[in-house]
């Protein structure tokens, strides 16, 4: 089930929030959330509800073992529940959604057919077991305190809002919220504006790009040529913020409904002048749990140089394999890898001497390069979308429009998308009155009827990182 969908908005959704605030107590308002979280989850799959919660037990074991091996002062114990905790999530992660691909690759190196029944890939399983490896890890070094309670561990995990596409949510974000959180009128409305503003992201922007891409790359290249090649590198690149960031928005204004308050996942990251920026701004739930728990842990930056860039490699391959198993990701993950080092190794003094506007070109220019890349997992497809982007070959306008007119939505869509992805919304302050407030509920209650009916006449479109 998506957030953009009619079930969610207009049967699971209201059942939630009914079933939710007519409860007086703590305990059986998590239930609700427990009980609803599930049914989300496993709206379209059924079956793999039972792997995320013998993933969450896993946890809940290894960390009770972890905590009384902490009072009785077995470090050693301690140290070996944590290791096996983290292999079987690890491990888990491994056979549903990498083991395909690790077979598919030995028979091609081997030259002989192994005989491996196909793996479905059960979705959100990368954003639920990074999450649960933040609470062991976590709890291993003191961080958090065990949760004895499987039930309060169950809901950490499975909560709908974010279970699906992140952000990713570390335990110590939300320990105590889980059991003393305090909902009110003010949060409730201001979650609602955030998960109105995403919907708005994903069903008008999106949704509306997301036809541009998938018409020049599933065109002739005789046709498209170099100028459609960077068109649709361009939609893309909007398609997947708007996409990803509307549900985060979704997900984050959901939360806090219902009490939590997620930390933020994106910070306008078009607008950034460097590679370095960008991902500063770009899944910052991801880049943050990467460096804290892989990362800093091979010795950062605090390493030779040559220690450095092998840290650097090894963490980005990693960051790009957790995205799927295809080696667009892996190749993805070294590209940003090498711009970083590069960045800042060489070319950080250089940018910081131009201007402004050229510093956030280059740095567009590059996401938007590496972004096809992490669009297109078929090798072929990508070696021809990048050859036409950077050999030149003549574009016949007039026959890619005839084979498919979606690609005018690019006359409105793409100069759309170019102004939203900029932080209008600080740069226009508003006075902070009741007429303001007025104005800016009616304008999300417009925008709000507007996303119904685009969703009543368009087709089933789910979110990018649902495959992750």
Same mark, same amino acid.
């Given at each position: 089930?998506?957030?953009?969908?009619?079930?969610?908005?207009?049967?699971?959704?209201?059942?939630?929030?009914?079933?939710?605030?007519?409860?007086?107590?703590?305990?059986?308002?998590?239930?609700?959330?427990?009980?609803?979280?599930?049914?989300?989850?496993?709206?379209?799959?059924?079956?793999?509800? %039972?792997?995320?919660?013998?993933?969450?037990?896993?946890?809940?074991?290894?960390?009770?073992?972890?905590?009384?091996?902490?009072?009785?002062?077995?470090?050693?114990?301690?140290?070996?529940?944590?290791?096996?905790?983290?292999?079987?999530?690890?491990?888990?992660?491994?056979?549903?959604?990498?083991?395909?691909?690790?077979?598919?690759?030995?028979?091609?190196?081997?030259?002989?057919?192994?005989?491996?029944?196909?793996?479905?890939?059960?979705?959100?399983?990368?954003?639920?077991?990074?999450?649960?490896?933040?609470?062991?890890?976590?709890?291993?070094?003191?961080?958090?305190?065990?949760?004895?309670?499987?039930?309060?561990?169950?809901?950490?995990?499975?909560?709908?809002?974010?279970?699906?596409?992140?952000?990713?949510?570390?335990?110590?974000?939300?320990?105590?919220?889980? =059991?003393?959180?305090?909902?009110?009128?003010?949060?409730?409305?201001?979650?609602?504006?955030?998960?109105?503003?995403?919907?708005?992201?994903?069903?008008?922007?999106?949704?509306?790009?997301?036809?541009?891409?998938?018409?020049?790359?599933?065109?002739?290249?005789?046709?498209?040529?170099?100028?459609?090649?960077?068109?649709?590198?361009?939609?893309?690149?909007?398609?997947?913020?708007?996409?990803?960031?509307?549900?985060?928005?979704?997900?984050?204004?959901?939360?806090?409904?219902?009490?939590?308050?997620?930390?933020?996942?994106?910070?306008?990251?078009?607008?950034?002048?460097?590679? =370095?920026?960008?991902?500063?701004?770009?899944?910052?739930?991801?880049?943050?749990?990467?460096?804290?728990? %892989?990362?800093?842990?091979?010795?950062?930056?605090?390493?030779?140089?040559?220690?450095?860039?092998?840290?650097?490699?090894?963490?980005?391959?990693?960051?790009?394999?957790?995205?799927?198993?295809?080696?667009?990701?892996?190749?993805?993950?070294?590209?940003?890898?090498?711009?970083?080092?590069?960045?800042?190794?060489?070319?950080?003094?250089?940018?910081?001497?131009?201007?402004?506007?050229?510093?956030?070109?280059?740095?567009?220019?590059?996401?938007?390069? =590496?972004?096809?890349?992490?669009?297109?997992?078929?090798?072929?497809?990508?070696?021809?979308?990048?050859?036409?982007?950077?050999?030149?070959?003549?574009?016949?306008?007039?026959?890619?429009?005839?084979?498919?007119?979606?690609?005018?939505?690019?006359?409105?869509?793409?100069?759309?998308?170019?102004?939203?992805?900029?932080?209008?919304?600080?740069?226009?302050?508003?006075?902070?009155?009741?007429?303001?407030?007025?104005?800016?509920?009616?304008?999300?209650?417009?925008?709000?009827?507007?996303?119904?009916?685009?969703?009543?006449?368009?087709?089933?479109?789910?979110?990018?990182?649902?495959?992750?």
């Amino acid at each position: 089930m998506v957030f953009s969908s009619m079930p969610f908005l207009y049967l699971l959704f209201p059942l939630i929030f009914i079933a939710y605030f007519i409860l007086p107590f703590r305990p059986w308002r998590n239930g609700v959330l427990l009980v609803f979280s599930l049914v989300f989850y496993s709206w379209g799959e059924p079956k793999l509800v %039972v792997l995320m919660l013998a993933a969450a037990l896993a946890a809940y074991l290894g960390g009770l073992v972890m905590d009384r091996a902490a009072r009785s002062g077995r470090a050693g114990l301690k140290k070996a529940a944590c290791a096996v905790t983290v292999i079987l999530l690890v491990g888990n992660l491994f056979v549903f959604k990498y083991l395909n691909f690790a077979v598919e690759n030995l028979e091609f190196l081997l030259g002989t057919e192994l005989s491996v029944p196909e793996i479905t890939l059960p979705i959100g399983i990368s954003f639920y077991t990074f999450q649960i490896l933040s609470y062991v890890i976590d709890l291993y070094r003191g961080k958090v305190g065990v949760q004895r309670s499987f039930f309060r561990l169950a809901l950490y995990v499975s909560f709908f809002p974010q279970l699906i596409a992140g952000p990713i949510v570390r335990y110590e974000t939300v320990e105590h919220e889980i =059991t003393d959180r305090k909902e009110n009128l003010e949060d409730a409305a201001a979650g609602a504006r955030r998960f109105i503003v995403g919907l708005g992201k994903k069903v008008l922007l999106a949704n509306a790009l997301a036809p541009i891409a998938e018409a020049v790359y599933g065109g002739s290249p005789q046709v498209c040529g170099t100028a459609l090649y960077w068109l649709a590198a361009v939609a893309y690149t909007l398609q997947l913020y708007f996409d990803f960031s509307g549900y985060s928005d979704m997900a984050i204004g959901l939360g806090r409904i219902f009490g939590f308050h997620f930390l933020e996942n994106f910070n306008y990251p078009y607008i950034a002048r460097s590679v =370095t920026e960008y991902w500063q701004r770009w899944h910052i739930s991801l880049s943050s749990w990467f460096k804290d728990y %892989v990362y800093i842990p091979l010795g950062g930056s605090r390493v030779s140089r040559g220690r450095w860039i092998l840290n650097m490699l090894l963490v980005w391959s990693l960051t790009g394999l957790w995205h799927g198993a295809s080696w667009n990701y892996l190749l993805w993950g070294l590209c940003s890898a090498v711009l970083l080092i590069l960045e800042k190794l060489f070319l950080r003094r250089r940018l910081e001497k131009l201007p402004g506007v050229i510093r956030w070109l280059y740095a567009f220019f590059m996401i938007t390069v =590496t972004v096809c890349i992490f669009n297109l997992s078929d090798l072929h497809q990508l070696g021809i979308a990048l050859s036409s982007m950077f050999l030149y070959r003549p574009t016949d306008w007039l026959g890619a429009v005839a084979a498919n007119s979606e690609l005018l939505r690019a006359v409105y869509c793409l100069p759309l998308g170019m102004v939203c992805m900029l932080p209008v919304a600080k740069w226009v302050k508003l006075p902070d009155n009741g007429l303001s407030r007025a104005v800016t509920d009616l304008a999300c209650l417009a925008l709000a009827g507007v996303c119904v009916c685009a969703i009543i006449s368009s087709a089933y479109d789910p979110f990018i990182y649902f495959r992750f």
